[in-house]
C-alpha cells in the first residue's frame, strides 16, 4: 500500500481487522462525478478520443460492476479500459502480457499505484481497482464501484444507446435496500469470511454468508430479478459475487456450506444473466481462478486448483 506517498512492499491482504480478527475494509479516497457540462461536450463529440478511462481488473469484482455496466448502458465509445494483470505483484496491480490483460496503461505507468500518486503524492492507502480516470486532468476522478455505476446510469445518460435505466428513481429505495441487504452479508461477507483472523470472526461471516445465500434462494424462486420485474444495478452487484463463489470462494475463502451450484434458484438465475453478453464478456474465470489463487497469505504454494468443473462454464468455452 502506499504510505504519505511511498509504496510499501510489505503490503497485507488482510487490510484492516478489529480486536477479534474481523475484516475491515478501507472506504474510498476519490469521490468526484462528472460534471453536466463535461457530459454535454461529450454528447456533442466535443472529444476525438474518450476523456475518461477505466483501470479495472477481471479478478475483481468491485472492478467487475463498473464493467457490467458500461457494456449495459452501450458506453464504450466514451469510457475506455485498461485491465491489469490477475495476480497481485509486490507492487500491487501491474499490466503485463497475462492473457485478456492490457500489456499496457494508457498512461506511461506500470503500476495502479503510480495513478494514486499522480493524483495525490502524499496518498495513503491501498492503489484498488477499479479507478475512474480523467484523461485530460491527469487524475483519479473516483475509485468507488458504487459511485461509478451511478455516474455511468445517470450523469452520463445523455449517451446511452439502449435506453436500460439500471437504477430508476421509482425503484431507488428497494435497489437502496437490496444493495445494503447483500452488501455486507454477501459481497463483502466472503471477505469477511476468507479473511478473518479469528475462528470466532470466520465463524460469524460464514454464518451470515448462508443465511443470507438462503433468503436469496426464496427470493428468486419468486421473483426473475434482484428488485422488481426488470435488470438494475442489484443485480449486477450480486452477479459478480455469485459468480466468483464456486470457482475462487467456496475453496479459498472456506465459504464451503455449500456451492451456488447446490442452490437451484441461484443456479438458475446466474445461468439468465450468463446469457446476456454484458455480464459474460466481462467475466473471465481464469482470471478469477490465478488472481484468487495468488494470494500468498491463503494460498502460499500459489496452486491453482484445476476444478471445479461446472454446468454454466458451457457460457463461455473459449475462454477456459
Ligand atoms: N470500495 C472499492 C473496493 C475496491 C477493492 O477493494 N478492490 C480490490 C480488488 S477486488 C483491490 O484493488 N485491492 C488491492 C489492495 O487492497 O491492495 C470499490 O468498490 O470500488
Known amino acids: 500500500m502506499l504510505v504519505n506517498g511511498v509504496w510499501e512492499k510489505k503490503w497485507d491482504p488482510v487490510q484492516k481487522q478489529d480486536k477479534q480478527g474481523r475484516f475491515i475494509r478501507q472506504s474510498s479516497a476519490f469521490r468526484e462525478t462528472i460534471p453536466s457540462d463535461v457530459v454535454n461536450l461529450m454528447a456533442a463529440g466535443e472529444y476525438a ?42 507492487e500491487g496491480w501491474q499490466f503485463g502480457d497475462y492473457p485478456g490483460s492490457t500489456p499496457e496503461a494508457d498512461e506511461p505507468v506500470k503500476f495502479i499505484h503510480q495513478l494514486y500518486t499522480q493524483t495525490d503524492p502524499a496518498y495513503t492507502g491501498r492503489a484498488t481497482v477499479p479507478v475512474l480516470w480523467d484523461k485530460q486532468e491527469q487524475r483519479i476522478l473516483n475509485n468507488e464501484s458504487a459511485d461509478i455505476l451511478r455516474i455511468f446510469n445517470n450523469d452520463l445518460k445523455p449517451l446511452h444507446q439502449f435506453g436500460i435505466d439500471l437504477s430508476p428513481a421509482d425503484r431507488l429505495p428497494e435497489i437502496d435496500a437490496f444493495n445494503a441487504r447483500i452488501y455486507d452479508s454477501v459481497n463483502n ?117 484445476a476444478g471445479p468443473e461446472l454446468p454454466w462454464f458451457k457460457w463461455f468455452k473459449e475462454d477456459l
Open 49 to 90: 478520443t474518450p476523456r475518461f478511462h477505466l483501470y479495472v481488473g477481471y479478478i475483481c469484482p468491485w472492478a467487475t460492476r463498473t464493467l457490467i455496466a458500461r457494456s449495459l448502458l452501450g458506453l464504450e465509445q466514451h469510457i475506455s479500459v485498461s485491465v491489469v494483470e490477475p495476480q497481485l505483484t509486490d
Open 189 to 305: 461477507g466472503v471477505y469477511r469470511t476468507g479473511f478473518a483472523t479469528s475462528q470466532q470472526a470466520y465463524e460469524e461471516a460464514y454464518t451470515e454468508v448462508f443465511e443470507a445465500l438462503d433468503g436469496l434462494e426464496s427470493h428468486f424462486a419468486r421473483h426473475p430479478f434482484a428488485v422488481g420485474e426488470h435488470l438494475t444495478e442489484s443485480d449486477i452487484r450480486l452477479f459478480v459475487t455469485l459468480v466468483r463463489f464456486d470457482v475462487a470462494y467456496y475453496g479459498l475463502f472456506k465459504t464451503n456450506k455449500k456451492r451456488i451450484s447446490d442452490y437451484p434458484e441461484l443456479s438458475a438465475y446466474l445461468e439468465r444473466l450468463l446469457q446476456i453478453p454484458a455480464f459474460r464478456n466481462n467475466t473471465r474465470i481464469d482470471h478469477i481462478k490465478a488472481g484468487y489463487y495468488s494470494i500468498q497469505a491463503l494460498n502460499p504454494t500459489g496452486i491453482v486448483p
